[in-house]
């Protein structure tokens, strides 16, 4: 069962194209890992995903949701980018917590606001996906009194209250201390290991090698080339993938 179906997706900021018709298809339980260079457009194709960012060509579809790039914004279309949004969850580079809220106050923001839970039922299962990402002692700490990985695991915790179809990645270790990526990449691990569909931009090449099924490798906005991680990392096809792999691997 396809999740995630993207056709033809076209993206420019002022004139620069950084999105060249891309074409992407992510699987049931599939974990699909993107990367590439700085600027190649990756973090942009996520947030086309959600329509954080709209797309100046394509068709997006999420689910039984699907979006044509460029069609007029009414109410029928901004309740499918309700419905997307409701359906992903999304992990950011900053851990965009509230400041003001506790752990478990944070995780608790989205069931009850978006979906109408009842506040002891979103209670309940903050508690347990706070538990799930290794916090059950941390759920009355304020953001301040978290360390940095403790708060990104906060963040997929609240992005998984929500119940998505997908986990969307973006780059969710790059803000973090090395001694704290591990942990918020064990927490990815195990939930790819629960059959979570995930799609992950990411530089850890330890991570994508043991966890991905598949790996896409861009550069300039359009994908260079696109394998399984044995066949990426140890036979490459394209000079562009060699040359990356080359310099990642030397750092």
Do not use: W
Not at 72 to 79: A, F, Q, T, V
Not at 159 to 177: F, G, I, K, N, Q
Not at 180 to 206: D, F, N, P, S, Y
């Amino acid at each position: 069962m396809t999740v995630v179906q993207l056709e033809n997706i076209k993206k420019s900021f002022a004139g620069n194209e950084v999105l060249k018709g891309i074409d992407l298809s992510v699987n049931k339980s599939e974990v699909v890992v993107i990367m590439g260079p700085s600027g190649s457009g990756k973090s942009t194709l996520l947030r086309c995903i959600t329509y954080l960012e709209e797309p100046n060509e394509g068709i997006i579809r999420v689910g039984q949701r699907s979006l044509i790039a460029g069609e007029k914004l009414n109410k029928g279309r901004k309740s499918i980018i309700s419905e997307i949004r409701k359906n992903t969850g999304f992990v950011f580079q900053q851990f965009n917590l509230f400041p003001h809220k506790t752990a478990i106050e944070n995780v608790m923001e989205g069931p009850i606001v978006i979906k109408k839970m009842q506040r002891e039922k979103a209670r309940k299962l903050a508690e347990s996906l706070l538990e799930k990402v290794g916090l059950g002692e941390r759920t009355h700490h304020y953001p301040s009194q978290l360390s940095g990985g403790q708060q990104q695991r906060v963040a997929i915790a609240r992005a998984l209250s929500m119940e998505p179809m997908v986990m969307l990645y973006d780059e969710p270790t790059s803000a973090l201390d090395p001694e704290l990526v591990r942990e918020v990449l064990l927490v990815m691990k195990e939930l790819a290991q629960e059959g979570m569909t995930m799609v992950v931009v990411t530089h850890e090449m330890g991570f994508a090698r043991e966890v991905a099924d598949r790996i896409i490798f861009m550069d300039g906005g359009v994908i260079v080339e696109e394998g399984t991680p044995e066949q990426i990392f140890n036979s490459p096809r394209e000079e562009r993938t060699k040359r990356f792999l080359s310099k990642s691997e030397a750092i």
